[in-house]
Each structure stands twice: as C-alpha cells, then as structure tokens.
C-alpha cells in the first residue's frame, strides 16, 4: 500500500531542485496558487494536494527536464520557465479550462518570474503610471500647474507645495473664524 506522507508537498521536491535553480523560490508560490495548504512543516491531504503530488510534480519535473534540454546548460530562459509553473499551477488547480498566454496578458506570469526587472507591466500598473483619466485636479484653486491631476485617488493636491499653500491658507481662514465666535470677555 502506498505510503500517503511518501512526499511532503511543504518543501520542494528534490527532482525540481535539479532541475530550475529558482525552485526553492516559486515552489511556495506554485502551493499557494493550486490552493495546498502547509501547516507545521506538512501539507494538509485534500483533493489538490493529491492532485499536485500524483499529477503535478510529475507534470512540473517532465517540462522542466525538456527546458533543461533546450537550454543546453545556458542560461535559464526565465519566460519559459514562467510558462511550465504557470501551466502546472493552473492545471492543479479548480477549473477546467486554463487561460492562454497572449501579448495582453503576459503579466499572468509575473508570480512566477523571480527577477523583478523581468517581470510584464499589468493593466494595473499603466493605470497607475498615466495617473489615470479619472484622478480628480488639484484642490489647490490658485494651483500653479494648470491645475494638475492628483497622483493618487487619496492625494487632494498634485503637489507638497499645493497642500503646504492650502494648508496654510486654511489655517488662517480658521484662526480668523475662531477669533470672530470667541464671545468677548467682560473686563
Ligand atoms: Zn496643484
């Protein structure tokens, strides 16, 4: 009978080791992705760990090895490599169906590509880069930048020296107001 402890998915199978040197790194991401939990240094039995240990470490060291071949003991194309975890994480995972990779969403990899600098802009980030069309402008009414967008959806001004004049003006606006309700004391 077979032994059900015979892999312990909480540490990254020693085949893989052998066979990408990112491994140790993208082995925790891979668990997360298909949905293992660890606890205490063990994973917990349930329908995906079964999966990943009877279809998909197999699945994972097979490409692997054919990536190794191709590389000729170059270096590791890192797309690639992002391709094969990807592929496994989605076929171990719930779904029937896995999404293919195309120029529009290459940023699916960045969870498996360990070198940030290698890593595809999502929509997310050129959102955040244009500032987007929707940041609202400056509260600063004598705003000398045009007014300018904000940079984020929790800035009021598109710059510190926006937020110091206002602040300022604000201040005094309000020392102003206190001093016009403070009942006057009778001497
Ligand atoms: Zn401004």
């Not at 990112?22 to 082995?27: D, F, G, S, Y």
Request: aromatic share 4%; net charge positive.
């Amino acid at each position: 009978m077979e032994n059900m402890t015979a892999i312990n998915l909480a540490t990254c199978p020693t085949e893989l080791l052998a066979l990408d040197a990112n491994a140790p790194t993208l082995w925790p991401v891979l668990l997360r992705k298909v949905g293992v939990t660890v606890s205490k240094g063990e994973h917990i039995e349930d329908k995906r760990a079964w999966i990943l240990r009877n279809f998909g470490v197999d699945d994972l060291s097979n490409r692997l090895a054919v990536q190794q071949t191709r590389e000729h003991g170059g270096p590791q194309d890192d797309l690639a490599r992002a391709m094969i975890w990807r592929h496994v994480a989605e076929a171990s995972s719930p779904g029937e169906t896995i999404a293919d990779i195309t120029a529009q969403n290459m940023y699916l990899l960045n969870a498996f590509i360990v070198a940030k600098t290698k890593r595809f802009a999502s929509p997310l980030d050129s959102l955040r880069s244009e500032g987007g069309p929707k940041l609202p402008l400056c509260q600063n009414a004598k705003c000398p930048n045009g007014p300018a967008r904000v940079p984020s959806s929790r800035a009021k001004y598109c710059s510190k020296s926006c937020r110091n004049v206002v602040s300022r003006r604000d201040g005094f606006v309000k020392a102003v107001r206190t001093a016009k309700i403070t009942p006057l004391k009778a001497a």
